[in-house]
């Protein structure tokens, strides 16, 4: 008996401990809240006492959850409420479909009937949910393919890289590839991470068009001043006016010069450490993707040098919110980097990532992140 209790509560939580359940459950019924305060002025009105408040902020909460269900299982959630509310009793008596016998259930409490109301609503519910999960999985894996599973292997230069969505898909992009030189093996190195604007399916599009349009562009003999120029324009056919535009940093790098040509368009600026411990910020480039069609385009330069790190991220990093609705911050990114310089790129990324979760805690996670690390031998 024991035993079923345990493969029973083994299957129910997923082998999470008690703690990490919390964690979830916290982190669950703050997205809940987010996406249903969303639609509620929770603000008290002048000259409005406090019970009233409160019962203005219930009947907005209420409809800001039943707008969310289609009219039918609206129709079932007021049923089950009412319900719920009263006390007499009721049965249910019925013939069956292939057969002359009768079914009769009852009488129960008008409660027992609302409960099982409710439940009809969760499972209609839960099943759209699993219809769509299935689908958004599908989805992440056909993303998956779009981005390395691994960073390449080049001489001089050490990389790691890592991503998490703020959802099941994200719209953040990264990748480290050769680029091929006119009828020779590649002589350079392409860098390029991205951020669309917004998240989930519409970014997750958008990126996997930028991808395509960055992989096929790459293998022009164009500059990356040039090659950024070419990739906004195409991009402003599907900005839907700029209101999705992209943010990127697109750079080539050289090892035989150990040069790094980049564009700056609109991203983060990336932090350039120095063995000394100096700091470089690589800020040359223009604006967003997807904004102006014909945007120019300036390049920036910079060698790199043996010790020397190159940490590329999207906004995801330093705009992480804790529960009190501070953010992470670029300053305490430059303290784990300065702290951690002489580790490999694998371990400090992991370094980082551990610090973001130590900071944000039961937060939920409102943007996608993705960090990029390099390091020069």
């Known amino acids: 008996m024991i035993k079923r209790i345990k493969r029973f509560w083994l299957r129910v939580t997923n082998g999470m401990s008690l703690g990490e359940l919390w964690k979830q459950f916290r982190t669950d019924a703050s997205l809940s809240y987010r996406l249903y305060s969303q639609e509620v002025d929770t603000r008290r009105k002048p000259g409005t006492g406090k019970i009233r408040h409160l019962f203005r902020l219930v009947n907005h909460f209420f409809w800001a959850v039943v707008d969310k269900l289609t009219p039918a299982r609206r129709v079932l959630l007021v049923f089950a409420l009412i319900l719920l509310a009263t006390n007499f009793e009721i049965s249910f008596e019925g013939s069956g479909h292939h057969s002359s016998s009768t079914l009769f259930i009852g009488p129960l409490p008008a409660s027992v009937w609302g409960e099982l109301l409710l439940l009809m609503v969760l499972i209609l519910e839960v099943t759209d949910r699993v219809v769509m999960k299935r689908d ?34 994200a719209g953040d992009y990264y990748d480290v590839f050769p680029r ?166 694998a371990a400090l990324l992991n370094e980082i990532m551990m610090d973001l979760d130590r900071f944000v805690g039961y937060a939920p996670q409102h943007d996608d992140i993705t960090l990029l690390l390099l390091k020069m031998a």
């Open 136 to 169: 958004l999985q599908i989805a992440k894996e056909i993303q998956s393919w779009l981005l390395p599973a691994s960073p390449p292997a080049f001489h001089g230069m050490e990389i790691a890289f890592a991503t998490r969505a703020a959802n099941t898909i």
């Open 180 to 345: 091929p030189g006119s009828g020779t093996p590649a002589a350079t190195y392409l860098l390029a991470i991205a951020d669309v604007a917004g998240k989930s399916v519409p970014a997750a599009l958008l990126m996997a068009t930028f991808q395509a349009s960055l992989k096929t562009l790459a293998a022009t003999s164009s500059s990356p001043a040039e090659l950024v120029g070419q990739m906004n324009n195409y991009a402003c056919f599907n900005s839907q006016n700029g209101r999705r535009f992209t943010t990127t940093f697109i750079a080539e790098y050289d090892p035989a010069s150990r040069q790094l040509t980049y564009v700056n368009a609109g991203h983060n600026e990336p932090i350039l450490r120095r063995r000394t411990g100096a700091i470089e910020r690589l800020t040359v480039g223009g604006m967003p993707l997807g904004i102006t069609q014909g945007a120019q385009y300036e390049s920036g330069t910079a060698t790199l040098e043996s010790g020397d790190w190159l940490v590329i991220f999207t906004d995801g990093v330093p705009d992480a919110e804790n529960v009190a609705a501070q953010e992470y911050g670029e300053s305490r990114l430059m303290v784990v980097l300065n702290v951690n310089a002489g580790m490999a790129p």
